[in-house]
């Protein structure tokens, strides 16, 4: 049974950084994609960063490039993402996901995703 446990949110001040972990079991972690996605209060689940199962392409949303860095360790079947500069609207429920597909590239779409966390609330606010 594949089992993903997102862990690392909380509460950080505007500009402030977190970092938050995702460990996968159950299944070969490193052949596969994996994603963050976020789910903020009234709106709808949205792409944040992915990462190819090799790690050597990652692929971000715009609106948090240059700030999160996506990176993961095969050896531990963890994945990580790095955020930096958090601002207010960076609030909101973080889940990682795996890719459906072996060897895939890095991609944002939701539907190509299996295997969802609980999520860990990142709040960012003074």
């Known amino acids: 049974q594949v089992q993903v446990v997102e862990s690392g949110g909380g509460l950080v001040q505007p500009g402030g950084s977190l970092r938050l972990a995702c460990a996968s079991s159950g299944r070969t972690f490193s052949i596969y994609p994996q994603g963050w996605f976020r789910q903020a209060p009234g709106k709808e689940r949205e792409f944040v960063a992915a990462?190819?199962?090799?790690?050597?392409?990652?692929y971000y949303a715009e609106s948090v490039k240059g700030r999160f860095t996506i990176s993961r360790d095969n050896a531990k079947n963890t994945l990580y993402l790095q955020m930096s500069s958090l601002k207010p609207e960076d609030t909101a429920v973080y889940y990682c996901?795996?890719?459906?597909?072996?060897?895939?590239?890095?991609?944002?779409?939701?539907?190509?995703?299996?295997?969802w966390g609980q999520g860990t609330q990142v709040t960012v606010s003074s």
């Open positions: 996901s795996s890719d459906r597909t072996r060897f895939a590239v890095a991609r944002r779409g939701q539907s190509e995703y299996a295997y």
């Open positions: 990462i190819s199962w090799s790690g050597g392409s990652r």
